[in-house]
């Protein structure tokens, strides 16, 4: 046997016995990788719904991932406001003591100044905003990533209830619950971030309002 199929033969084996290692590997992380995804994402959940103790997917194929954005796009291009730039990429109930404690929202909001910014809104049964949290955002360092690193801002949409939102320039935001103060000199990140709040709003009404379920059984009421 000449040395270029020695050579050949011993890279094949060699290339085997690494792919079962790895096949090997994989098996045995795969069960620890997917808990540790599951347990961040519950903790992302529950810092803008607090109050649940465990969260549930919606029951039905236009809530699956694949789909859902699909399911809520006529919704918010046909409102008055045309949420065109919102994409609404995920939706669950929140769960606390088997009963629905309210839903997470996750929106993608493609008009940010530098691109998507991607956040999640805990609204409760009755319709209050209980926090915001981002997941994605690159605004400008100084300006729109304020939106970020000054509380105070995502703070103004925190234990609110209204149907719609917008967005002052003037400093009057605080003397109105559905009146957003613009963060200085990022106009464009406040309103992408507002725009989206209103979308996941208007997807959490259509979810209560079609009487959906949870995979669990759980009625949103």
């Given at each position: 046997m000449s040395k270029q199929v020695n050579d050949a033969l011993r890279l094949f084996i060699i290339t085997i016995i690494a792919g079962f290692a790895l096949g090997g590997i994989y098996m045995v992380t795969k069960e620890p990788i997917a808990a540790q995804e599951l347990k961040a994402q519950q903790e992302a959940y529950r810092a803008v719904l607090p109050d649940a103790g465990d969260f549930e997917?919606?029951?039905?194929?236009?809530?699956?991932?694949?789909?859902?954005?699909?399911?809520?796009?006529?919704?918010?291009?046909?409102?008055?406001?045309?949420?065109?730039?919102?994409?609404?990429?995920?939706?669950?109930?929140?769960?606390?003591?088997?009963?629905?404690?309210?839903?997470?929202v996750t929106v993608n909001a493609h008009d940010g100044y530098s691109g998507?910014?991607?956040?999640?809104?805990?609204?409760?049964?009755?319709?209050?905003?209980?926090g915001i949290s981002l997941l994605e955002i690159s605004e400008t360092a100084g300006l729109g990533m304020r939106a970020k690193t000054d509380p105070s801002f995502l703070a103004q949409y925190k234990d609110v209830n209204v149907k719609k939102f917008s967005v002052v320039k003037d400093g009057?935001?605080?003397?109105?619950?559905?009146?957003?103060?613009?963060?200085?000199?990022?106009?464009i990140t406040s309103k992408a971030i507002t725009?989206?709040?209103?979308?996941?709003?208007?997807?959490?009404?259509?979810?209560?309002?079609?009487?959906?379920?949870?995979?669990?059984?759980?009625?949103?009421?």
């Open positions: 997917e919606l029951e039905g194929e236009q809530y699956v991932p694949e789909k859902i954005g699909e399911t809520f796009a006529e919704l918010l291009a046909n409102d008055p406001e045309g949420y065109t730039n919102d994409e609404i990429t995920g939706i669950v109930a929140g769960i606390k003591d088997g009963k629905y404690d309210g839903l997470v998507d910014i991607r956040y999640s809104v805990g609204i409760d049964p009755e319709g209050t905003l209980k009057s935001g605080a003397g109105a619950d559905d009146k957003v103060d613009a963060i200085g000199g990022s106009t725009r989206g709040v209103n979308a996941a709003l208007l997807a959490a009404e259509k979810v209560k309002n079609d009487g959906a379920s949870t995979v669990g059984g759980v009625v949103i009421e």
